[in-house]
T-cell receptor
């Protein structure tokens, strides 16, 4: 079974509108971390936002917020007020085990290609 | 913020030759570094985890004799693709763990390898 599932291969959004990118995960570990990365065509991986499994509140970083629904095992990324520069590939990733542990491996989803239209 | 560099950014080599890719943490000491491989329009697949001063731990299905990883210092890890073949052409990305950092892993800009 896939540990990270991103069901939207591609998404389109109009500039200045909000968009939600879906991510569901599968783990039996009670302690884990969820990450979202942006990968523009240049290839670099840009960290966007992090949510810990024990965090009580949804994470926010500027225009990015993470809609964390633990019971549903979903961690959707919401981008508000989309900009043309947001056009890129977006990956959801999970680290199983606590942040203080020795395993920092990330498992990535297949990604969602976001296109922002002017 | 923490910076990770990779060198070279692009490399073209002939089939049968070996190529070395360097990953450096520029402003922090990385006890753990990771090597990923990414095929076009696909996700990142973890190849191996390297810890300074010890042997790398390879993921299942990754040939350790083909992809040699050395983490000789706290700021440098190298990936050597030995006897490269066209199917090894890919985008290789490293990341480094900063124990004192916020984001857990910092990624390098990647190396595009083309084997002709």
């Amino acid at each position: 079974a896939q540990k990270i599932t991103q069901t939207q291969p591609g998404m389109f959004v109009q500039e200045k509108e909000a968009v939600t990118l879906d991510c569901t995960y599968d783990t039996s570990d009670p302690s884990y971390g969820l990450f979202w990365y942006k990968q523009p065509s240049s290839g670099e991986m840009i960290f966007l936002i992090y949510q810990g499994s024990y965090d009580q509140q949804n994470a926010t970083e500027g225009r990015y917020s993470l809609n964390f629904q633990k019971a549903r095992k979903s961690a959707n990324l919401v981008i508000s007020a989309s900009q043309l520069g947001d056009s890129a590939m977006y990956f959801c990733a999970m680290r199983e085990g606590g942040s203080g542990g020795s395993n920092y491996k990330l498992t990535f989803g297949k990604g969602t290609l976001l296109t922002v239209n002017p | 913020g923490a910076v990770v560099s990779q060198h070279p950014s692009r490399v073209i080599c002939k089939s049968g030759t070996s190529v070395k890719i360097e990953c450096r943490s520029l402003d922090f000491q990385a006890t753990t570094m990771f090597w990923y491989r990414q095929f076009p329009k696909q996700s990142l697949m973890l190849m191996a985890t390297s810890n300074e001063g010890s042997k790398a731990t390879y993921e299942q299905g990754v040939e350790k004799d083909k992809f040699l990883i050395n983490h000789a210092s706290l700021t440098l890890s190298t990936l050597t693709v030995t006897s490269a073949h066209p199917e090894d052409s890919s985008f290789y990305i490293c990341s480094a763990r900063d124990p004192l950092g916020v984001y857990e892993q910092y990624f390098g800009p990647g190396t595009r390898l083309t084997v002709t």
